[in-house]
């Protein structure tokens, strides 16, 4: 089975509306991270949020936030205000285990396209 | 700024030769980096652990007689592809956990090399 499942290959969002990119995860860890990455297209990955299995509030920061819905396994990323720079792959990643076991366990991505 | 390093960014090689990459942290050590491989349009898929002062950590179906890593120090990580294969053509990544971020160990990526094997 899957463990990140990310189910939009691809969304065309207006610049300066807000997106919602989905996300589900399946673990039977009770410890575990969620990270969304950023990958435009000369290759980096770039690191956006993250949020803890423990977190009690959603993780925001700047236009991005984080809809963790720990019951339905699901953590979405919701860019407000999209920018034309905001086109690029989004990665949903995640960490099982606690500290000192790192290994990410990636999605399938989530290409956003910006239309001016 | 970035903070980790990869080099080099792009290369082409003939088949039968071999590659080497390398990954550094560059203003925080990593005891532990992270070897990934992303074909075209796919998403990544970890290919080893590298641990500094011990053997790297291989996931199933990696051959690590074909895929070396040595993790040098605390802020050198390197793979080197042998005898390569156009079907090794892919964009090599790595990421180190660094404290201090919004995790405990978040991770941080390098730029990626892009590997034509012809």
């Known amino acids: 089975a899957q463990k990140i499942t990310q189910t939009q290959p691809g969304m065309f969002v207006q610049e300066k509306e807000a997106v919602t990119l989905d996300c589900t995860y399946d673990?039977?860890?009770?410890?575990?991270?969620l990270f969304w990455y950023k990958q435009p297209s000369s290759g980096e990955m770039i690191f956006l949020i993250y949020?803890?299995?423990?977190?009690?509030q959603n993780a925001t920061e700047g236009r991005y936030s984080l809809n963790f819905q720990k019951a339905r396994k699901s953590a979405n990323l919701v860019i407000s205000a999209s920018q034309l720079g905001d086109s690029a792959m989004y990665f949903c990643a995640m960490r099982e285990g606690t500290f000192g076991n790192e290994k990410l366990t990636f999605g399938t991505g989530t290409r956003l396209t910006i239309i001016p | 700024g970035a903070v980790v390093s990869q080099h080099p960014s792009r290369v082409i090689c003939k088949s039968g030769t071999s590659v080497k990459i390398e990954c550094r942290s560059l203003d925080f050590q990593a005891t532990t980096m992270f070897w990934y491989r992303q074909f075209p349009k796919q998403s990544l898929m970890l290919m080893a652990t590298?641990?500094?002062?011990?053997?790297?950590?291989?996931e199933q179906g990696v051959e690590k007689d074909k895929f070396l890593i040595n993790h040098a120090s605390l802020t050198l990580s390197t793979l080197t592809v042998t005898s390569a294969h156009p079907e090794d053509s892919s964009f090599y990544i790595c990421?180190?956990?660094?404290?201090?971020?919004?995790?405990?160990?978040?991770?941080?990526f390098g730029p990626g090399t892009r590997l034509t094997v012809l």
């Open positions: 949020q803890g299995s423990y977190d009690q």
């Open positions: 673990t039977s860890d009770p410890s575990y991270g």
């Open positions: 990421s180190a956990p660094r404290a201090g971020g919004p995790s405990t160990d978040t991770q941080y």
């Open positions: 590298s641990n500094e002062g011990s053997k790297a950590t291989y």
